[in-house]
């Protein structure tokens, strides 16, 4: 077994060593680090912004003659649907409906609202459907706001009055709470990685990396919103490049070190040699991700700018993760990469049997017999 360091040269393979023989101050630094970011990112962080307005593309000049010329009604817009089984003109349905529509009219976040009984085109003909729009008064109305209208709504229907409110911010007060939408895309990546590696040692590199480099990037970005605002999915938009991205770069780390410690590397040979060959390929593709995140600017909408830079940060930060705090994570593990195996793994062992090509290398080799046929395919 090799016991000396590679001669590798160059920043890769020193940043290698360092991180692997400085372990603990690395991972020491990385925690101080992520916590410090998070707590003033989450803290005293930037809002969300879903102010569209700005820019040079029609909507946004339409945006702002709006907000020029009829500030009351700058915001999204609500639709009061009316359905009166005995008709609008029922007194007992009467009464329910223009009671409501003066409660959406009273309230300080809509602007006028049109009662149906003044404008005949907002009625069918049979007189049992009816309709009115309600505009918002700014673009960033809370989400509390909303629902007391939809619940005012909600009250008012009864007997045979049927009242709703539609339109996106009605569909966003009364959605539920968000899943752990991201927590099932982890674990379907820790249940891929388990089997293609056969190791929870193994399998857990990538993910705590990736979820580390992930928090750190967020909070970096609600940091960055003062200079470059963005709406409030730009987090759900970097968090789910940063958790594919992250755990993809480890993966290539994590894959390579396995590699050379089974071509007789010893741990720390195996880190400089992983992060000199499978690191180069990150950096080079993270860039690349960078970049056309960035194409985002050229649309010319600020907040677009936003998403772009806020999700490159995100990015930036697992570039980052995946040449530093890997490196840190290979030095505490070292030849227990393979620790806690898969049974069927554990018991193949090592036999002296030559041993078993994988799927994965009969594919390649496959490919590369035939070559025109895989490229026709």
């Given amino acids: 077994m090799t016991t000396e360091t590679p001669r590798e040269g160059g920043v890769l393979a020193g940043l290698?060593?360092?991180?692997?023989?400085?372990?603990?101050?690395?991972?020491?630094?990385?925690?101080?680090?992520?916590?410090?970011?998070?707590?003033?990112?989450?803290?005293?962080?930037?809002?969300?912004?879903?102010?569209?307005?700005?820019?040079?593309?029609?909507?946004?000049?339409?945006?702002?003659?709006?907000?020029?010329?009829?500030?009351?009604?700058?915001?999204?817009?609500?639709?009061?649907?009316?359905?009166?089984?005995?008709?609008?003109d029922d007194p007992a349905a009467r009464q329910r409906i223009e009671k409501v529509v003066s409660v959406l009219d009273a309230s300080p976040v809509t602007g006028p609202v049109t009662s149906p009984y003044t404008d005949p085109s907002l009625v069918t003909k049979d007189r049992r459907i009816a309709r009115t729009t309600i505009p918002l008064t700014s673009q960033d109305v809370k989400k509390s706001e909303v629902a007391s209208l939809v619940t005012a709504v909600k009250d008012a229907s009864g007997g045979a009055v049927t009242l709703g409110l539609a339109g996106e911010q009605a569909q966003k007060a009364e959605a539920p709470a968000q899943g752990p939408g991201e927590a099932v895309g982890i674990l379907a990546a820790a249940i891929i990685l388990f089997i293609a590696f056969g190791s929870l040692v193994a399998m857990g590199l990538p993910i705590v990396t990736a979820l580390m480099a992930i928090v750190g990037g967020i909070a970096l970005m609600k940091l960055v919103g003062y200079v470059f605002p963005a709406p409030d999915f730009t987090a759900i938009v970097s968090a789910l490049i940063g958790l594919g991205v992250g755990i993809d770069y480890a993966l290539f780390i994590v894959t390579r070190y396995k590699d050379a410690l089974k071509d007789g590397d010893d741990p720390e040979a195996a880190t400089v040699r992983a992060i000199t060959t499978a690191g180069h390929a990150v950096l080079f593709a993270g860039t690349t991700v960078v970049i056309a995140l960035l194409g985002l600017v050229a649309m010319g909408q600020r907040l677009m700018t936003g998403v772009g830079v806020a999700a490159s940060v995100t990015v930036l930060v697992t570039m980052v993760a995946a040449v530093t705090l890997l490196p840190a994570f290979l030095g505490f593990t070292g030849h227990r990469i393979n620790a806690l195996r898969l049974p069927r793994r554990a018991a193949r062992g090592e036999g002296a049997g030559p041993a078993r090509r994988t799927p994965a290398e009969r594919w390649a080799t496959a490919v590369q017999r035939r070559p025109v046929i895989a490229a026709a395919l």
């Fill in 16 to 88: 290698a060593r360092f991180c692997y023989r400085r372990r603990r101050l690395v991972l020491l630094a990385w925690i101080v680090g992520v916590l410090a970011v998070a707590v003033g990112g989450f803290g005293f962080g930037a809002a969300s912004n879903n102010d569209f307005s700005g820019g040079g593309s029609g909507s946004a000049e339409a945006q702002t003659l709006i907000k020029r010329h009829f500030p009351e009604q700058q915001g999204d817009t609500l639709t009061l649907a009316i359905k009166a089984d005995r008709g609008i």
